[in-house]
């Protein structure tokens, strides 16, 4: 081999070399590029993958919000609706209590209707009512109720004792739908003849007919007196006793509560009498009435 075929072949490999090199010079530029723009589209996938965290963190942190609010907002309902039942109790209370004041007062049907709304009304047009308004307007009410029943109690008990004063009073028949046959006071003597002094007065009756109180009270005694036959006498405590005489039979024994109308002996002609009646006396701390003017407050 010569050295020109040397020399030509070293020129062929140093071209060759050459055009390799600046191929490779060449292709560097767009390497670089290529992983400039690679990373580029990294890190914008990177801030936008950070934005999408963030708003679901803000999206999370909303649901929370609004579930705390809901649940304290159903804890204020709650709340509501437990103050509701108690304001509906009370108005039921005091309902109760007005038709029993309203029968013990004797007022007439439809004065106090307390099962009929009360009639209200307005020209204004409604707005909306702020929880704190609602809650004050309850409050309002409660303390309404309230000072209502303290009143309305001491009403009834008022009216309860006028009640029991009422009744404790002989101002009813002993008899069931039976007259008046022999009065109070002076009458000729039905046994033999003269003049007696009726301390009561004497209601037709067949034997075994109901004997009534005519009062609430307490039996003091039950048993035989001389020429009054069975007896039985009623206390109403208030100074009053009531004596009812000529019984076929006592119902009642002394200590026993009689309420006014309650059947304490069945009518007969024990002791001195001339046939089936009713005897009746009232007395107030030992001194004797003459029965007809307490019946007579019952008809009035």
Sequence with gaps: MT???ISVQALSILRALGRDLHARMAARPLAAAIVLLGAGVLVGGGINAANVDRLQRQVAGQARSLEETRREAQREVNALAARLAELQAQANRLNALGERLTRIAKLGDGEFDFGEPVGIGGAEPSQDMPARGLVEGMDGVEAGFARAGRQLSVLEALLFDQELERNAMPSRSPVAGGYVTSGFGGRADPFGGGRQFHKGIDFDARTGDPVLAVGDGVVSFSGVRSGYGNVVEVDHGNGFVTRYAHNSRNIVKVGDLVRVGQEIA??????????????????E????????????????
Excluded: C, I
Excluded at 269 to 281: D, I, K, P
């Design 266 to 283: 069945k009518a007969g002609s024990t002791g001195r009498s001339t046939g089936a009646h009713v005897h009746l006396e009232v007395w």
């Design 285 to 300: 701390n030992g001194r004797l009435h003459n029965p007809r003017k307490f019946l007579e407050l019952d008809r009035q």
């Design 3 to 5: 050295l020109h075929t």
